[in-house]
């Protein structure tokens, strides 16, 4: 029995007649006529010296040696097809391909993309938002922003700015809670996207840091962080608002953080992308771009006064 390869033609050939289980579903799909696709498979078997489908009136089945090498020739074939999307990628300045969380894709990015479109015309900017961890081979992505606490072997991995979380409202709430201890009288709203710290950055947390009795929230739970800070600029109540998620809105008065003070969540954000694939123009150029903006407000975090985050229990 030969131990090398056969044509890859035929291996193809025997992959989409083995997912179709039909072939002249394979034949369409490959853009051959069944008889051509039937000569390929018989040339395969021939080479094998066993038979990989049993012929049926007017259907196919596997053989068991035909089970036995469907699955990693459907494998092999995807494995190939990600390979060569990869360096198309590589060959591809023009287009930026971004996920990232929906709570910072609505808070931090969108409002800021007109900005990169005039510097970048050139670039055309895909987005996905999504918490999911994706592939950057097999979801085609180029770069994800990601939040948490975790590190990122063999990634190329930039930490951003210090994520903190300090109480936030609008200015005519600010003056019916002029001192920390009086947030006990406010509605206090609940950002559960961070539930996941530990230990945990809540209310508990904050006010405890703080010197004061713990807060105990009777308002809203939010599962995403720009709803709970779209509840915030409505004037509802009063949220541990994340940095990322109120900057802008700070430095543009939207709300106001009449305390000054904020609790450090020990948890990044983060610019992925695989190794090597930094110095891509496009990706390059997005890298230095969230970094000016995040110097664009930089003073606003400067002011603030950063509690360190509780020890782990």
């Known amino acids: 029995m030969p131990s090398t390869l056969p044509p890859l033609t035929a291996l193809r050939a025997f992959d989409a007649a083995a997912r179709h289980m039909s072939f002249a579903k394979a034949a369409d799909e490959l853009n051959v006529t069944p008889a051509a696709l039937s000569f390929q498979i018989k040339s395969l078997e021939e080479h094998l010296g066993a038979a990989l489908f049993k012929r049926l009136n007017r259907a196919v089945e596997l053989t068991d040696a035909g ?27 023009q287009t930026l391909t971004v996920t990232a969380g929906p709570a ?33 081979v097999r979801d085609d992505i180029d770069v994800a922003i990601r939040f948490g606490l975790d590190s990122d072997p063999g990634l190329y991995s930039l930490s951003l700015a210090d994520e903190w979380v300090t109480p936030v409202m609008v200015p005519e709430l600010a003056q019916k809670y002029p001192t920390p201890a009086d947030l006990a009288k406010a509605v206090l709203i609940v950002d559960d996207s961070v539930s996941f710290l530990d230990p945990p950055i809540d209310w508990a947390a904050w006010s405890t840091a703080m010197g004061i009795a713990p807060l105990v929230p009777t308002g809203p739970r939010f599962s ?36 000054g003070t904020a ?8 610019f992925l992308c695989q190794k090597g694939a930094e110095t891509r123009p496009q990706i390059d150029a997005f ?21 360190k985050r509780p020890a782990a229990k």
Do not use: C
């Not at 089970?67 to 300045?93: C, I, N, S, V, Y």
């Not at 015309?121 to 950057?136: C, G, K, N, Q, Y």
């Not at 600029?233 to 949220?239: D, E, K, P, Q, S």
């Open 224 to 259: 995403q962080g720009d709803h709970a800070m779209d509840a915030t600029l409505a004037g509802l109540g009063v949220a541990l608002g994340r940095r990322a998620l109120v900057i802008k809105d700070l430095a543009e008065g939207r709300l106001v953080a009449p305390y």
């Open 104 to 136: 910072f894709t609505a808070k931090w990015l969108a409002p800021r993309l007109y900005e990169f479109a005039q510097e970048h015309p050139e670039i055309e900017l895909r987005f996905s938002a999504a918490l999911r961890l994706m592939d950057f």
């Open 287 to 307: 890298k230095r771009w969230i970094l000016r903006e995040i110097d664009k407000t930089a003073h606003i975090a400067d002011a603030m006064h950063v509690l």
């Open 263 to 270: 609790l450090n969540t020990g948890a990044r954000f983060r």
């Open 67 to 93: 089970r036995a090498m469907a699955p990693d020739a459907k494998a092999a074939f995807e494995t190939l097809a990600q390979g060569w999307r990869a360096a198309q990628r590589t060959q591809d300045h």
